[in-house]
């Protein structure tokens, strides 16, 4: 069963800094990898999204990789800004299902 | 124009009512699915729908009804509401069921007193 963990759960960091989220996962048999971010009352915003092929994807000041023999994956966040502030979630999807199962999560609050 | 839509936003209601909750995607999307976050912010997902057809039915209680009108609508039934469904609903789609680019409705709040 693929269990997918979070760390740190919440962050504080001063606007301008470099940070790294992690998220690993149990069951390297992965179809994909999908970092979200969510927004106070709102829904899911997809960041990128790595194929199981991949090792990274880039997008802006995004940079997520990918480890599958060891059931990890990294989102770095350069020069963070107090927009980037909000809970970003990793979710996985097993090959063989249609499903992701999602992480719980890491709260990041960039300061100004 | 919002890709994918719920209503209502917020739902207070009290234990032992029946309730629904509307999704609605106007992305000429097949598959439709509906997730569960709870209190502690971890997300699940409960059902999907691919072209009105059942493909996921996550162990969930049968007081939950999901039910697809045509397949750009996917609209959940709870029945007999209980403290625990308290939670946030989201709503979500994808062109296919092997596409896992999935769309996020922005939630429905159920707070059950």
């Known amino acids: 069963k693929q269990e997918v963990t979070q760390i740190p759960a919440a962050l504080s960091v001063p606007e301008g800094e470099n940070l790294v989220l992690n998220c690993s996962f149990t069951d390297s048999a992965i179809y994909n990898l999908q970092w979200f971010r969510q927004d106070p009352g709102k829904g899911l915003t997809s960041l990128l999204l790595?194929?199981?092929?991949?090792r990274e994807q880039t997008s802006g000041r995004l940079n997520a990789s990918l480890d599958k023999s060891s059931g990890r994956s990294t989102l770095y966040i350069a020069a963070s800004q107090p927009g980037d502030s909000a809970t970003y979630l990793c979710?996985?999807?097993?090959?063989?299902?249609?499903?992701?199962?999602f992480g719980t999560g890491t709260r990041l609050k960039v300061l100004a | 124009d919002t890709a994918v839509s719920q209503t209502p936003k917020y739902l207070v209601t009290q234990m032992g009512n029946d309730k629904s909750i509307k999704c609605e995607q106007n992305l000429g999307h097949d598959t439709m699915y509906w997730y569960k976050q709870d209190s502690k912010k971890f997300l699940k997902i409960m059902f999907s729908y691919n072209n009105k057809e059942l493909i996921i039915n996550e162990t969930v209680p049968n007081r939950f009804s999901p039910k697809s009108p045509d397949k750009a609508h996917l609209n959940l039934h709870i029945n007999s509401l209980e403290l625990g469904d308290s939670a946030v609903y989201f709503c979500?789609?994808?062109?296919?069921?092997?596409?896992?680019?999935?769309?996020f409705g922005p939630g429905t709040r159920l707070t059950v007193t």
């Open positions: 979500a789609s994808s062109q296919s069921r092997n596409s896992y680019e999935q769309y």
């Open positions: 979710a996985v999807a097993t090959s063989g299902t249609y499903k992701y199962i």
């Open positions: 790595i194929q199981s092929s991949q």
